[in-house]
C-alpha cells in the first residue's frame, strides 16, 4: 500500500488492519478497497470462496 501523506510504500501483513509508514510515522489502516483479496490470484485459496464471498460483499 502506499502512504498517503508521504507516497511511501507501506506493508501491511494479511494478520494486521494497520502499519506505521517507515518514511513519516503516518499510520495506514486497510479498507475494503485496498484488502489484497481484491487483487491477489490466490485469494480463494487462502481464506476460502465462502470467506472471499463475505468479504468481497458478495
Not at 7 to 22: Q, R
Not at 25 to 32: I, S
Amino acid at each position: 500500500m502506499r502512504c498517503p501523506k508521504c507516497g511511501a510504500e507501506v506493508e501491511i501483513w494479511s494478520d494486521e488492519t494497520e502499519a506505521e509508514c517507515e518514511e513519516c510515522g503516518t499510520v495506514v489502516k486497510k479498507t475494503r478497497e485496498n484488502l489484497c483479496i481484491n487483487w491477489c490470484e490466490y485469494a480463494e485459496k487462502c481464506v476460502g470462496s465462502e470467506k472471499l464471498k463475505a468479504l468481497r460483499g458478495d
